[in-house]
């Protein structure tokens, strides 16, 4: 008997901590380039997931191109699937002007656009755009995967509860409307567009990225 209890899935249908094999195969199964791993104990589970995959999984595989003088982590990443959509956030200063969009991967074409915002922080806008896009997909009938560079972002969809500890003030009134929207759509619909963690380190900044590094 295995004695995994919980399993992470860091790129799947939807990816999280979870409890059985069962929940976890049927967000790996069929699914191209799933990355998950077992482990015997809910801590060593919420520390991976936290962490890039390549820390856990093809070790092995991940020496021996470092050896020969390839990118270990990208050979054992993979590689992004570009028939898809990517999210992100822009924010000048914590709090600050936000906004956020998402684009269509392969060419960068921009699909939304909202902000800016006041007093907002990349977080909230990380989440926003998920959720935005998300509804937009369910809407129209995608099934493209949607992207996010943003674990905590992408641990707040799961949680269906945007976990800022931004206070709500008349500046940020707006932001915060937005929010409980958001919240609510998650609360009250289902959907099957596969969330993808984009892995910055392998793949360079996510196409959505704003540029003002």
């Known amino acids: 008997m295995s004695k995994n209890k919980f399993f992470v899935v860091w790129k799947g249908k939807q990816p999280g901590i979870y409890s059985s094999w069962e929940e976890c195969k049927r967000q790996v199964h069929q699914f191209e380039g799933a990355l998950f791993k077992g482990f015997a104990t ?28 390839k990118k270990g982590k990208k050979t054992s990443i993979g590689q992004p699937i570009m028939e898809s959509i990517s999210v992100d956030a822009a924010c000048s200063g914590n709090p600050g002007l936000l906004e956020y969009r998402g684009v269509y991967t392969k060419t960068g074409k921009e699909i939304f656009h909202q902000g800016p915002f006041r007093n907002g922080t990349n977080n909230i806008g990380e989440f926003l755009a998920i959720v935005h896009a ?32 931004l206070e709500k003030n008349e500046e940020n009134k707006s932001l915060f409307e937005l929010i409980e929207r958001a919240e609510n759509w998650l609360q009250n619909n289902d959907y099957s567009t596969p969330l993808l963690k984009w892995e910055t380190e392998a793949w360079g900044e996510i196409p959505a990225d704003f540029g003002r590094k």
Request: no cysteine.
């Open 42 to 69: 809910e801590e060593e589970a919420k520390k991976a997931f936290e962490s890039l995959p390549w820390k856990y999984i093809d070790i092995r595989n991940n020496a021996q191109n470092k050896s020969s003088g």
């Open 134 to 165: 998300l509804a937009l997909m369910k809407q129209n009938n995608s099934q493209l995967p949607l992207y996010s560079d943003s674990r905590t972002a992408l641990k707040w969809v799961q949680q269906k509860k945007a976990k800022t500890k």
